[in-house]
């Protein structure tokens, strides 16, 4: 079945320590994706990735890193989580097939608190 | 730059009522146009597409037709059902830099009530 799988589901935690959401997808899609998602906002992109080693900056990415460092993987990373980043973060993946008219595939999303 | 503007919620019907989600956005170019679904708890499923002006997409009985003109993407369903319960986000993509990124409204809830 093709999917993309996060890691964790919700997560609580407390300001300043280190966490990792993971995301993996089995598509061997070429575009992985970071988005968070609050009340009023929509989502909105944190970093995306065009392939392996390959990554940049989308509309928010302060506080935030990303590896891309194998095809299927491309995890999260808060070196010194602060409330602010308190929110629902998903994951997406698609093809690099077309000019954009590829639907992105999304994991089920992870709840981090942030205390 | 671009945007996506969605008509604000939540909106509240009763089954088999007709639905409508008021859907603009603001784009250079020619972007294709998505309405994804998020059920309770569970990330978004793309719901349909279009990908050129005055094309229509159509799922589940929903619809929409790209706009041009109007700049819209509006979202119709002639006799909505409680399962139909869910936030409903419009988004773009203007595949600019290689990105494919999405750009996404601020999604509308809309609750059918039976």
């Known amino acids: ?115 | 730059g671009n945007s996506v503007t969605q008509m604000e919620g939540p909106v509240t019907l009763s089954e088999e009522a007709f639905l409508t989600i008021n859907c603009t956005y603001t784009a250079t170019g020619y972007p294709s146009l998505f309405w994804y679904v998020q059920y309770p708890g569970e990330g978004l499923q793309l719901l349909l597409k279009a990908t050129k002006a005055d094309d229509k997409g159509s799922n589940k009985g929903f619809e929409a037709t790209y706009r041009k003109e109007t700049t819209s993407f509006h979202l119709e369903k002639g006799s909505v059902q409680v399962s139909d319960s869910a936030v409903y986000f419009c988004a773009l993509s203007r595949f600019s830099g290689n990105t494919g990124k999405l750009i996404f409204g601020q999604g509308t809830t809309l609750q059918v009530k039976p």
């Open chain 1, 1 to 115: 079945e093709a999917q993309v799988t996060q890691n964790p589901r919700y997560l609580i935690t407390v300001t300043g320590k280190k966490l990792t959401v993971t995301c993996s997808q089995n598509m061997n899609h070429e575009y992985m994706s970071w988005y968070r998602q609050d009340p009023g906002l929509g989502l909105r992109q944190i970093y995306y990735s065009m392939n392996v080693e390959v990554t940049d900056k989308g509309d928010v990415p302060e506080g935030y890193k990303v590896s891309r460092k194998e095809k299927r993987n491309f995890p999260l990373i808060l070196e010194s989580p602060s409330p602010n980043q308190t929110s629902l973060y998903f994951c997406a993946s698609s093809s690099r097939l077309g000019t954009g008219n590829q639907p992105q595939h999304f994991g089920d999303g992870t709840r981090l608190s942030i205390l």
